[in-house]
């Protein structure tokens, strides 16, 4: 097993493409408030990190 | 600004953000609903735990691939970082450094070497390392002007140049990436009508990536 494995996961076929807008977002954040992801960037460069989980 | 997304619940969220003290946004899509809208929700959770030996845990349905976006001033996606392997994380210091071309304060220190007519810079992401983590060794160059430097196919006669990290346990070597350095601002002067060639700065990067228990 050549270690890490290569899945062949196309990843510019999953979720939004280079060059899309980036979809709207409202989500509550770790202190319960929603949180309007393009509202809150106001005109700002952004970083969105997908992750697993903060709980395992 | 960051934010980061991931399926936990609000406790959970302040639970981590609280034992970390996380001061940027975490967001909870419980239920995965962004994650299924946005086409990031890992179908083959399960598969790809079990290729790497991991027993199926109920738990991990519902998982996103795990990755970033860039985001411009207008919300338009810059840029995606996402690996084949869910365990391997870049580090911010490659997010804001190859992503929003910025420099970064915590990259690691550089050593150098220099030859008659290149001084070469090499340095790591970050000076510490964390498990999984993909660390760039990026190995700057400076050519002084009146050498050059060619890219593919190598003139008969010519040594190609290249980059050897010496092997260690675990650790793996990905394909480097190779460019001029986003620092470099050719000069719109000079003698018309003949050959000039000018001061080069580029660089050569490939990834590090440290496997326990490759």
């Known amino acids: 097993m050549t270690i890490p494995i290569d899945f062949g996961i196309d990843f510019t076929k999953i979720g939004p493409a280079v060059g899309e807008r980036f979809p709207d977002v409202i989500l509550p954040d770790q202190h319960g408030q929603y949180v309007n992801l393009h509202q809150v960037r106001n005109g700002r460069r952004a970083l969105v990190v997908f992750h697993r989980s903060a709980g395992w | ?214």
């Open chain 2, 1 to 214: 600004m960051p934010f980061a997304i991931s399926y936990d619940a609000v406790d959970v969220l302040t639970t981590f953000a609280t034992k970390h003290n996380i001061t940027y946004t975490l967001l909870s899509d419980e239920g995965s609903k962004v994650i299924r809208a946005l086409g990031l929700f890992n179908e083959n959770v399960f598969e790809h735990h079990a290729a790497y030996g991991i027993p199926k845990r109920d738990q991990c349905w519902g998982v996103p691939y795990p990755g970033v976006f860039l985001l411009d001033e207008q919300g338009y996606v810059l840029q995606k970082r996402f690996q084949q392997s869910y365990h391997e994380r870049e580090t911010g210091v490659v997010v804001l450094e190859r992503g929003f071309g910025l420099t970064s304060s915590v990259r690691g220190t550089p050593v150098h070497a220099q030859a008659q007519g290149i001084q070469v810079a090499a340095r790591l992401d970050s000076p510490t390392y964390r498990s999984f983590q993909r660390l760039w060794l990026t190995v700057d160059m400076h050519i002084d002007a009146g050498l050059h430097v060619y890219g593919q196919p190598i003139p008969e006669g010519f040594i190609p140049l290249t980059v050897e990290v010496t092997p260690g346990e675990g650790l793996i070597v990905g394909t480097p990436e190779c460019a001029q350095s986003p620092h470099y601002a050719p000069s719109p002067t000079g003698p018309s009508g003949g050959w000039r060639s000018y001061p080069w700065d580029f660089f050569i990067a490939p990834p590090l990536l440290r496997w326990p228990d490759a």
